[in-house]
């Protein structure tokens, strides 16, 4: 079946073409791009004049593993959605599981440094399961310097993970922040030579904690310039919290000296991540000039009160997602160091999404819309679309190009190297992908709330995942789940 978009305003971040075409697709690709393009009988013509016709998101750092989540990032904008800041391990089981459940758009994982990690020095059987990762972030025995007989095999099991079509190396260095910098150049060594790039959630900075064995930031730009691997450096915009300029600056001098880093950053000033995390116990806080008030957990919406019940709650559930606020984002100030992250040059949107968790225990729903009461970040609702609210019509910041640049095209190209398959995507001419969003440029907004946060986003018209329809005239398909695996192909 063919389908034809009929008179919307094209915008390929890979030719840099922004004008009035047709758009052509068939069986998944792209076969025609331009004007009066002629329809054939049987083929489905949309007309979408007065919409914006782009390359679907790809989004970087996705840790949602179920349909319902998908579905939510779908009404985003998003056609490929990669946990690769973590990772899942086994990496075989992660795809079988994802492909045997079906999925609405296409996904993939990273090698999970920190199982790999957990199962050599903790004897943390990985499942590749994210809850049970988030529990297992809370567990010390992990977080500490390895043997060098442990280093060998964590590394041989990363190699190993590599090798069966990981999308690059997930590492999770902020939630073990005292480890040696040793273990993170040689992990470095390996993705070089494997030609894989890494995801890193760095460890604290200097002025956050004096006594870290060497500042986050520095530390990625340092080991990229020393073994020329390529090395992504996660919500830079949360990592570094007020001290944003100063950290920016340094990545952009790393560059400039041939460090080849990468910087993601979403448009919230506050994270989630589980309860039991490093850097959110009492004296961690502190370090950062936060305090127990500023975290809220995220099933039941309550607020720590004090250090007492901080302590309660990391020993009780040390996986239980929560919320921890970075900026305040009434503040213009805090605003703008969030406008600075997201505005930095080449800086790519990835959302950093998370499951969807219900009071009765389970984090999937086939139902559409989901059921009520369901609790995660807003980031998985809407980080796109706000992100295109603030940057493209609020500020005008970015034009529309520039959007689908750092949605779409960047994010793709930091794939290009580790799987070929990422080099028809991002991109809207002759031959690409047919993963493809219609976006209202004047209604496109979030509509998530920190304590509303399934709402769907809307403005996504519609959205096709290898030229299937996902959205149609804003409304979600559920009978749609033509998502596929994007893997790595070792060298």
Known sequence: MRTLLRGGRVVDPATGFDGTADVLVSDGVVTAVGEGLTAEPGDVEIDVRGLVVGPGFIDLHSHVHTIAGQRLQAMDGVTTAL????GLMPIERAYAEAAAAGRPLHYGFSASWGAARAQVLA?????ANIDSGLAVLGNP?????SSPKELAAWLSLVDSELTAGALGVGVLLGYAPDTDPGE????????????????????ELVEVNPATPIDGSAEIAIVAAETGAAMHHCHVNSTSGHQIERVLAALEAGRAAGSRVTVEAYPYGAGSTGIGAAFLSPERLKMKGLSPSSVIMLESGERIADEGRLLQVRAEDPGAPCI????DESSPHDLGLLHQA???????VASDALPVYWKNGTSESTEWPLPPGGATHPRTSGTYSKTLRLMVRESKAWTWLEAFRRCSYLPARVLDEVAP???AKGRLNVGADADIVVLDPEAVTDAATYFDPTRPSVGVRHLFVSGVP?????NLRTDAFPGKPLRGEPR
């Not at 004897?123 to 499942?127: K, M, S, T, Y």
């Not at 996902?470 to 804003?474: A, E, I, L, M, P």
């Open 421 to 423: 398959g990422a080099l």
């Open 141 to 145: 025995v992990w977080q500490r310097t």
């Open 470 to 474: 996902v959205v149609t005239d804003g």
């Open 324 to 327: 921890l606020e970075f900026l």
């Open 83 to 86: 946990d690769l800041e973590a």
């Open 184 to 203: 993170f150049l040689a992990l470095a060594r390996l993705a070089k030579e494997a030609g894989a790039p890494t995801y890193t959630h760095v460890r």
């Open 123 to 127: 004897g943390i059987e990985p499942d």
């Open 342 to 348: 997201l505005a930095f040059p080449d800086a790519i």
